[in-house]
Each structure stands twice: as C-alpha cells, then as structure tokens.
C-alpha cells in the first residue's frame, strides 16, 4: 500500500490519498494518488505531474460517506473551486474499498484542510454535507423493503418451519440493513463550522 501517512517539510503537507477531478460519478479504479497543502495552495498529483491552486479559489468543502457491507466505511471530501472542476479527495483504496490506514491519513487531511481555511479563508467557504433530501428519502424506501425481505421474511419463515437456515439469512439481512441506515444517519444533508467537523464523516 503506497503513499500513506502525510509527507511534510518546509510547510509542505502531503497525504497519500487518491483524488479525481468532476463533480461525482463511480471510478472503476483510482490512479491519481497524492495530495497536500503548501502555504496558500492545494495541490495533488495527475497522471502529468503535479498541479495546484490557490485556496483563494476554493469556496466549498462537502463530506460524505460510502459504506461497503463486511467492509466499512470510507470518506470522501469534494473540493469546489470558483470557475474550475471539484476535486474529490477520497480515502478508499485505488479499488474503492476502505482501508483503515488511509482513513487516519483522510481524518489528518481534513483536520489540515479545516484549519488552513479556516486561517486563511475565513467567512468564504461554505461547509457542507451528506447527500440529497431526495436520496436519503429513496434509502429510507430501500431500507424498509429491506427490512421487511431480508429480516423480518426470514423470522417468520423461522419460527413456522424452525429451520436454522434462516438464521444466516437474517444475520445477513441484518448487517445490510443495519449498514445502510447507519449511513443515511450519517450523510443527512446539513452545513458545519469549519472547527465542528461532524466526527460521523471522518471514517
């Protein structure tokens, strides 16, 4: 596992974590890895070389969370920048599965982002996260159908013929249910003080 930890020196801050640019969409695999903060600028690293802007141009910071069942949970931080592309910052692996070193290496990225902003941008960037009104109320739908197919099904089916089959069936059920709504708690959409990270959106 290449890159992680934060690489420093001479104010140079530099996290082992993937990036792409756009505004969302699913990557099949990552390959751009390496991003940081040095003095007024953020830069990361492409296919090219490096690049970099200036945190006078960033004007908002969103976190959210994927949860992957048997797996966990890894963040995701979309950079929005005046007149150019986001950048995502994410701490999955290059495969988009979580990883327990990158999300400390993600955690010390966002507590370096926050503050630097904070210092330097004060009042001019707008925190926020979550997802859409529109689709935790279609989790919520899925989380019942959920419920009721792969949890609730499996206990009558159980107690009406006492097969023990049931019972990995349910823990199954359980663990996809129980996952997802632990995620739609913590990615309701709402705006945060840069000093405030919501601790549920650092994996």
Known sequence: MGGQGAEAGAGRR??????????????????????????????????????????????????????IVRHGDFGACTIAFSGAAPLIVSSSSAY???????????????????RTLAERSPGTVRYSSGVS??????????????????????????????????????????AFTWGYFNWAQKNAPRTYEPDRIPPELMP
């Open 14 to 67: 530099r996290y082992g974590l993937f990036v792409r640019r756009g505004a969302g969409g699913v990557a099949l695999k990552h390959d751009d890895e390496g991003v940081g903060l040095d003095g007024d600028l953020l830069f990361w690293s492409t296919q090219t070389g490096e690049v970099a802007r200036p945190l006078a141009e960033v004007t908002g910071v969103h976190l959210s969370t994927a949860h």
């Open 96 to 114: 988009g599965f979580p990883e327990d070193e990158r999300n400390q290496t993600y955690r010390a990225f966002l507590q370096d982002l926050h």
């Open 133 to 174: 009104e529109a689709r935790i109320r279609f989790v919520q739908v899925l989380l019942i159908i959920m419920g009721l197919m792969m949890v609730a099904l499996p206990i009558v089916l159980l107690a009406m013929t006492g097969e023990l089959s049931m019972l990995s069936v349910i823990a199954v059920g359980g």
